[in-house]
């Protein structure tokens, strides 16, 4: 059974930072393309970025590239999403994912298998 348990987030002002943690069962973070999504109210779960497992590469979104950065720890049991020059639009529950996840559907939601239960983000002055 997988398990993903994220931590860190909270309420900050805009231009502030966060690093958030997504603690993950032994193997997976190895076996796996690990995932940073974010749902804010009303609105669709979206991709942030992910660790694709076939290449190790690491893919953004757009709207968070230069200021987000997704790595994982040598052990393998941990991803991380540090993310700096926050703004109000960042505001979102995040959830960590984890999949069998090919490269072409490595921003869809439905392409993963596993999930966190979420930590909210509040960028707000």
């Known amino acids: 059974q997988v398990q993903l348990v994220e931590s860190g987030g909270e309420s900050v002002q805009p231009g502030g930072s966060l690093s958030l943690s997504c603690e993950a069962s032994?193997?997976?973070?190895?076996?796996?393309?690990m995932a940073w999504f974010r749902q804010a109210p009303g609105k669709e779960r979206e991709f942030v970025a992910a660790i694709h497992r076939s290449n190790n590469g690491i893919y953004y979104r757009d709207s968070v590239k230069g200021r987000f950065t997704m790595s994982r720890d040598n052990a393998k049991t941990m991803v991380y999403l540090q993310m700096n020059s926050l703004k109000p639009e960042d505001t979102a529950v995040y959830y960590c994912?984890?999949?069998?996840?090919?490269?072409?559907?490595?921003?869809?939601?439905?392409?993963?298998?596993?999930w966190g239960q979420g930590t909210q983000v509040t960028v707000s002055s």
């Open positions: 994912a984890a999949g069998n996840t090919i490269l072409s559907s490595l921003r869809r939601a439905d392409a993963y298998n596993y």
């Open positions: 032994t193997g997976t973070v190895r076996a796996y393309t």
